[in-house]
């Protein structure tokens, strides 16, 4: 993600020479649910194979990848009136694993890790209620750069047909990276509650509408943070 912090840097630079009250930073808990598990690429055995003269076409598995991620972002934001502002957060991912055993064919059993790190470039619009200046309905339309990192290892059953003695049977582990870099169109909407002039209580839903390049159907996220105004 070198190009996305640098981009950071230059925003940080063109906000020290702005008001710092407008400038506000924030942190909290993401929940995000991304399809993984639907593409078939990853429901295979890489390179699964006995050992030479014969040879095996890929066994299918059950879904051995997660769905659902949870992390911390950190938003760094600025303000451009009552109603409008900008903002970029950071999103890191808990890495989530899978394990399991199977009778699937030579498969004896399976091993997931995912990672998600993103990057988000917000414009946020703010609708106060008439009456209460401290609650405001939240719109949000931006991009976000998602790196997806997979990694998964199978213990394959090696059986040498022709020679029962020979070395080539036992166990091997067989491992694999399905890595994706998506730049997306985002779209989110929330709520937001002002305690005071500085804090900020926040609750935002982010959907990408074209899906990410290694899941299916409508990725969303929902995060609850906390917001400090300078």
Known sequence: M???FAVTMVFLYACSSLSLADIYVGSGLVYQVINIDQVDSLSTVPNARFEPPLSLVDEELPDLYSDEFTGINFVLGYRIGSSLSFEISYFNSLSE???ESTEIGIIDTAYAEIDVESLSFDILGHYHFSGS?????L????????ETKVTREYQVIILC??????ECNGRRKERANENAYDTRLQLGAGIQYDVSDRLGLRTIVKVVPDGFSIGEDFPYAISAGLLYSF
């Open 133 to 137: 200046n401290s609650v405001s309905m």
């Open 139 to 146: 719109g949000s339309l931006g991009l976000i750069y998602q």
């Open 2 to 4: 070198k190009t996305q």
């Open 161 to 166: 047909l022709i020679d029962t003695d020979s």
């Open 97 to 99: 694993k899978h394990e």
